[in-house]
């Protein structure tokens, strides 16, 4: 049988969890392989379709993290659990848990960023025996932006995590600061063997990547995701291309040695 790759299938959602006003974690009924970092469209008929990144992946299932920012996702917000919702894919080539085996670990996220990465810092807080030390620095513009809270406190039995906020309208546990203000902070030890994965805005991960540069890291040790330009998934629309790079299909994910000229 040819397969159709516009067509989507349904998937039923499990549960909804909601983060913030506008962010809530669709767990949606999904059977087969998937790798942190891709993305899914999902689509409702008559409203049309949205790049979504897989926040989660567990036994017969997947997260989708979505915020409420259009017409799609409106209409996604008014779904409950045991509704369906039409996805297709996966699309993109992921993160490679192989590249950050048996290595210290650094990940830098800012809002949403942590989205895409949550899988990877779940796995390699489940398998401690698979890494060296890591450090998760997680910055959120406010405390009431904050997502995966029970995840976080989770994430610090078992590595360093540093939350940080842009300003705290309240007392808060949180750290204050951009999350570059604490990359030279980082304990190292051979920075050949670290790794490194930045996601969040553009000016973001720019000048948290200079900020690993400066603390020794190679550029080949660090990893980016583009995700914010994920589009059809198929690259035929044309709206992810960089030069002659389509990010639905060579990316997300890349290498800093060549997510570097992928000026955005």
Not at 50 to 79: C, H, Q, Y
Not at 219 to 241: A, D, F, P, T, Y
């Amino acid at each position: 049988m040819i397969r159709n790759d516009y067509i989507p299938f349904p998937s039923r959602i499990l549960e909804v969890i909601r983060h913030t006003e506008i962010e809530y974690t669709f767990r949606m009924e999904y059977q087969g392989e998937v790798k942190p970092g891709q993305f899914f469209e999902v689509s409702i008929p008559k409203y049309g379709e949205a790049p979504i990144s897989v926040s989660g992946i567990g036994e017969n299932f997947i997260d989708l993290t979505i915020r409420r920012v259009g017409k799609v996702t409106n209409a996604v917000f008014e779904r409950y659990a045991g509704d369906l919702l039409l996805l297709r894919g996966p699309y993109g080539n992921g993160f490679e848990l192989s590249d950050y085996q048996g290595k210290d670990l650094i990940v830098i996220a800012g809002g949403t960023g942590l989205s895409p990465v949550r899988a990877v810092v779940d796995y390699f807080s489940e398998h401690p025996q698979e890494r060296g030390r890591m450090t998760l620095i997680s910055g959120f513009k406010t405390p009431h932006d904050i997502l995966f809270r029970q995840d976080l406190k989770r994430w610090e039995e078992s590595m360093d995590v540093i939350l940080t906020v842009d300003c705290a309208e309240e007392d808060t546990a949180c750290q204050i600061g951009l999350v570059t203000k604490y990359i030279p902070d980082i304990p190292l030890g051979d920075v050949k063997n670290t790794a490194a994965i930045v996601v969040g805005p553009p000016a973001m991960m720019r000048f948290s990547v200079q900020g690993l540069l400066a603390i020794g890291l190679p550029e080949e040790n660090i990893w980016i995701s583009q995700e914010r330009k994920m589009c059809c998934g198929l690259g035929k629309c044309g709206h992810c291309k960089i030069g002659d790079t389509y990010v639905c299909l060579d990316g997300p994910v890349f290498n800093y040695t060549k997510g570097k000229f992928l000026v955005d």
